[in-house]
C-alpha cells in the first residue's frame, strides 16, 4: 500500500506540514492582511528563519555577548548537537518560532555579530587597513622603512629589508616599484610575510596618538 503523503508546503527548503505548530503560527501571522503584507510577513519570517540557522555557525565569543533569550540560547545549542537530519530539521523549525519572537533590537544585535563574524569588527577593519597602508608605502620607498623602525623599532631590521627587496624583485616593473605604487604582486609569499610582519607589529605596538592623520596624508599624496 502506497505510503500517504502529508500535505503541507516549503518555506525557504522546509517542509510545513499543515496542522502543524509551526502552521498554525504562520497562518495566524498572515490572518486578516492583504496580499502584500502577508508576502512581507512571509518574506521576514523566512529571513529569521535563516538567521537562525546561520547563528549556528557564529564564533562562541560573539554568541556569549549576544544575550539571546534563554529558550532561543538553549535550542541553538542543541541544533549544534542534533545530527539526525530529520531531527535537526525539526529543531531548526523550533528556533525559526523563537527568533520570530525577537524584538528588533534583538534582531539587529544578530546581525551585527554575524557581520563582525564575516567582515571583522570595525577596529579589525581599521587595522587591516593601517596594515596595508604601511606595506604599499614600505615597498614604494626606503624613506618609509626608516619612519616605520623609528616608529617601531623592535622590527627585525633584516627580516623586513629582506622582505621587500624580494616584493620589489617579485614586481613586474622591477626598478619601477619604487615610483609607483600597486605593482607589487599580490600574491607572492614574500607580499604576503610582509604584511603579516607589519599587522603583528601594529596589534602589539601602540603607534602614537596623531600618527594616523599624518599617515593617512602621506598616503592621499
Known sequence: MPRKLKKGYFVRGHFVAEGSELDVQLKAELKGTDGSTRTELKRESDELQDLGGELLTLRTDLFKRLELPEKLHD????????????????????????MRKLDEAQVAAVRQALDVQKNGSPTEKLSLHLAEQWRDRLIANDESLAAWLEQFPTTDTQQV??????????????EAIAETEGLAPRKTRAYRELFQMVRAQLSGTAAPADSGDEESEEVDE
Open 75 to 98: 535550542a541553538i545549542l542543541e541544533a549544534k548537537r542534533i545530527t539526525n537530519f530529520e531531527g535537526k530539521r525539526r529543531q531548526m523549525q523550533y528556533v525559526g518560532k523563537l
Open 161 to 174: 629589508r629582506a622582505l621587500i627587496r624580494q616584493v620589489r624583485k617579485d614586481a613586474p616593473g622591477k
